[in-house]
């Protein structure tokens, strides 16, 4: 079964400066990988995601992600951060069961920007 | 764009009530999938659907039900509700469309409902 690490459970980071969050994944064949956003009180919201070719993918809100084989990871970087980014950010890898896709998410990173 | 949409944002029960926790979805998926979601554990998958009438258990099914009559509906279900299912539940679904590679996975969220047990 895969599996997801996040290894951060909690951010901090001035607003401007750079960002990188960590996912690590578990899974024998070719990934099928997400970042979603959830901002206090919401649903999920899918920022970015990888399926297959160029290994960094861009995605909404400035945010882009590099998949690196050799290290199963799939990190999540944002070049500058806007106090609008707080959030708590969900990395996930597609499974499929014969019946459906599912998804396994990570516990979780909570960003938290100072001004 | 896809809708996800909840019954209840918040919802204070009484334990040993039976709950209902509603789902509909405006875009035609077949997959619809009800999660819980607590501080340190994630999401964690409690069932899933993959067709009316259709369904499979996930990681944490014990003390849930399911329901799913119509195609847009997808219903969670606490018969006997404890105390440690206070928690935040997360609907969302999905398309069987294969065109393109992999866009079976993405899932598209609803607002969540913040359920107490008391």
């Known amino acids: 079964a895969q599996s997801v690490t996040q290894p951060d459970i909690h951010i901090t980071v001035s607003e401007g400066a750079s960002l990188e969050l960590r996912c690590n994944y578990s899974y024998g064949a070719t990934p099928y990988l997400f970042w979603y956003v959830q901002s206090p009180g919401q649903g999920l919201q899918l920022l970015l995601k990888?399926?297959?070719?160029?290994?960094l993918v861009q995605g909404i809100k400035g945010f882009e992600a590099e998949f690196k084989r050799s290290q199963s990871s799939f990190n999540l970087r944002k070049p500058s951060v806007h106090w609008s980014d707080a959030a708590e950010y969900f990395c996930a890898v597609g499974e499929n069961t014969g019946t459906a896709s599912k998804l396994t998410f990570g516990t979780g990173t909570r960003l938290q920007v100072t001004l | 764009d896809v809708k996800v949409t909840q019954s209840s944002r918040y919802l204070v029960k009484r334990t040993g009530e039976k709950v209902f926790l509603e789902c509909v979805q405006d875009?035609?998926?077949?997959?619809m999938f009800w999660y819980r979601q607590d501080p340190g554990l994630g999401l964690r998958l409690i069932y899933f659907?993959?067709?009316?009438?259709?369904?499979e258990k996930g990681d944490i099914p014990e003390g849930y039900s399911v329901s799913r009559e119509k195609k847009e509906r997808f219903s969670l279900i606490l018969e006997s509700a404890s105390t440690n299912q206070t928690s935040m539940y997360l609907c969302?679904?999905?398309?069987?469309?294969?065109?393109?590679?992999?866009?079976?996975?993405?899932?598209?969220f609803g607002p969540g409902t913040r359920l107490t047990v008391t």
């Open positions: 969302a679904s999905s398309s069987n469309i294969w065109g393109l590679a992999g866009g079976h996975y993405e899932q598209y």
């Open positions: 875009m035609d998926h077949e997959n």
């Open positions: 990888y399926f297959s070719g160029d290994t």
């Open positions: 659907s993959y067709d009316v009438k259709m369904k």
